[in-house]
């Protein structure tokens, strides 16, 4: 079961550009880029803490996990 980071959907949902949650955050844009991606393989777990405390949601609504 691979697990999806819902990033880009949340954040299209939310009306917020990459860069604008990446400044809110304290990130760099381009980790907010490769969490958009499809493309994901590692991520620390404060990174997740991050963003779902600026975007106000719980991990649950940010990681997915999907069929095989």
């Not at 381009?30 to 990174?47: A, Q």
Request: charged share 25%; proline share 3%; hydrophobic share 45%.
């Amino acid at each position: 079961m691979p697990v999806v980071v819902r990033l880009k959907e949340i954040l299209a949902e939310k009306n917020m550009s990459q860069r604008e949650l990446a400044r809110l955050a304290g990130l760099r844009p381009n980790t907010i880029s490769h969490l958009c991606s499809n493309n994901v393989d590692r991520v620390h777990l404060s990174t997740f803490e991050i963003i779902c405390k600026t975007l106000k949601i719980s991990l649950n609504e940010l990681l997915v996990l999907e069929d095989d």
